[in-house]
């Protein structure tokens, strides 16, 4: 089975993936944890503590927290949802009476199915039965019309809006400042004009990727987009959030997929995109790709899209360091050949091995992953190899490169089981020149296990670069400690310690997760003011009602 080849999954609140499948933390990981101080909350060497909380206790009041048994996710009643103030009252009346009753609810069970992303801290948040952050209502509008409909009754009273479809974001892309109402996208989920001449298709928002690419693939086309979301996202969600998926190297980020789209604000529709590029002013399609919603709600995009890979190859190297490492990938990047995937573990996340943690420390040295995909690609492969060779690159063939493949999307669904363990796990991640990654990777590093360990609780963090390009190159950090007593404060305070060292050491506070509510401050410190006035006047004239996810990526004026 190939990422294309992946069923639609419907994600269910407060925990990753597909509910049917199911992983088991390895016997060798648990022993593992137990160094770092992991156990699970409430058992003291195997026993129940004394005076742990009672995990079948009744429904937390709104806002409340209370201990839920490890892994469950706890459903909140209707009642124990927040009364919708008497504002957004007035909204949901008027909204049902444009989109049809059917097509809003307020429904506690629906709204909140629509709270918080899949970070870490919304997930422990949502294991705690903490509401704050649900959306008042929550409306399924059928098309662009309905969305301007949409804006311009809650622009008119004042209500804030917040665009949904797959609901992945990472940094708080889903909480704004203040009551709201989510607008659900799901519906929008047509695949448009297919120009096979220019080899563009139209694609609406709330398409996920995975039905994207079952609906191209009997067309004979991929869209090539694989990010570690994948099951869960949506079309409008990578144009929003800028994406990258596992075959940058090859396919580009989305963001240099998207030729045109169409956008509707408060104020009425922007489309964009005459022609694949243009002398004609800014461009403007880049101010709205990675606006998060607080610019307008992207409906629609046109999109590359390349013809479906006859071949298919993925093999692992090792190098003797991420140092020796680094230089290879980046001889890659700037003179060639280009793999379509590209990756390069640490150490630590190589002895660790996401992809098959049934051998955790069975792995010295650090692995590269390279990917290929096209016609007739052994002339490139062979080509790559030389390079990797002579920059001390040793093969470990295909087997390999296939058990990352196929364990890719099986790493995110460890999160859950760890947590239920007491194990705090999250991720963040940077990008900068290559000149500066080394001093950056080891000011990340050394930042979260100064914050985490003044804290008691010394962590285990892995690195990776998975996305190259000639100047530079990401760098994705995972974490692993045991949990404090508030692990959501605990977290906070170790990711604000990284962002300070990101910022310090040259790179960029984000390279594909986003900006939302948790990176605002930091993106406003790298751009620095002007800029931020500047896109906060696009804001007042395209938004003069400050509806549009407020309090996401832009600070208020």
């Not at 298709?201 to 709330?206: D, M, P, T």
């Not at 404090?484 to 906070?492: H, K, L, M, S, T």
Request: net charge negative; glycine share 12%; with cysteine.
């Amino acid at each position: 089975m190939t990422e294309s080849d992946l069923p639609v999954v419907q994600l269910t609140p407060g925990r990753w993936g597909d509910p049917a499948q199911t992983v088991e933390v390895p016997e060798a990981a648990l022993a593992a944890l137990k160094h770092l101080g992991v156990r699970r909350r409430g058992v003291v060497e195997g026993k129940e503590e004394p005076g742990a909380p009672d995990a079948s206790a009744g429904a937390a009041e709104p806002g409340a927290a209370r201990a839920v048994k490890p892994g469950s996710a706890r459903e909140v009643k209707p009642g124990s949802a927040r009364e919708v103030e008497p504002g957004s009252a007035r909204a949901v009346e008027r909204l049902a009476e444009l989109l049809g009753s059917e097509w809003v609810s307020v429904d506690g069970d629906v709204r909140w199915a629509h709270t918080r992303g899949y970070s870490t801290p919304d997930l422990l948040r949502f294991r705690a039965g903490d509401t704050t952050g649900m959306p008042a209502a929550v409306v399924f509008p059928g098309s662009h019309e309905d969305v301007l409909a949409v804006l311009a009754a809650c622009s008119e009273l004042g209500v804030a809006v917040v665009p949904y479809a797959g609901g992945t974001s990472v940094v708080g892309g889903l909480a704004p400042d203040g009551e709201f109402v989510a607008v659900d996208l799901r519906r929008l989920d047509q695949v448009g004009e297919l120009d096979e001449i220019s080899r563009t298709v139209r694609l609406g928002a709330g398409l996920r990727g995975t039905a994207a690419e079952a609906a191209l693939k009997p067309m004979g086309y991929t869209l090539g987009h694989f990010p570690q979301s994948y099951e869960g996202a949506s079309i409008g969600g990578y144009a929003a959030t800028r994406s990258s998926g596992q075959s940058s190297a090859g396919y580009g980020r989305f963001d240099q997929m998207v030729v045109g789209m169409t956008v509707a604000t408060p104020r009425g529709t922007v489309e964009l995109g005459r022609a694949p590029m243009s002398a004609a002013g800014p461009d403007l399609r880049q101010l709205w790709l990675g606006s998060e919603g607080a610019l307008g709600i992207i409906t629609s995009v046109v999109v590359r899209i390349r013809p479906r890979p006859a071949e298919r190859f993925f093999e692992g190297w090792r190098f003797g360091s991420f140092a020796q490492g680094l230089d290879a990938i980046r001889r890659l990047a700037q003179d060639g050949p280009l793999p379509t995937v590209l990756r390069l573990s640490d150490e630590a996340e190589t002895a660790v091995n996401l992809a098959d943690p049934e051998v955790l420390g069975g792995a010295s040295g650090v692995q590269a992953i390279v990917g290929f995909e096209g016609t007739a690609t052994a002339v490139r492969r062979a080509a790559v190899a030389e390079v990797l060779a002579d920059a001390g690159g040793e093969p470990l063939g295909e087997e390999a490169g296939e058990t990352w493949r196929k364990g890719r999307y099986r790493a995110p669904y460890l999160r859950d089981p760890l947590l239920d363990e007491g194990a705090l796990v999250e991720t963040l991640e940077t990008a900068g020149f290559w000149s500066k990654l080394p001093e950056l990777k080891a000011a990340v590093t050394d930042a979260l296990v100064k914050s985490l360990g003044d804290q008691g609780t010394p962590p285990l963090v892995l690195c990776h670069v998975s996305h190259v390009y000639e100047t530079g190159a990401s760098l994705y950090f995972t974490v692993v400690c045991a949990q404090a007593e508030d692990p959501v404060a605990q977290w906070r305070q170790a990711k604000t310690a990284a962002s300070t060292a990101i910022g310090a050491a040259g790179g960029t506070i984000t390279h594909h997760h986003g900006v939302g509510t948790d990176h605002r401050d930091a993106y406003a410190a790298e751009i620095g003011p002007l800029a931020i006035e500047s896109l906060q006047a696009v804001k007042r004239v395209v938004d003069p009602e400050n509806i549009l996810s407020p309090g996401i990526l832009l600070p208020e004026a």
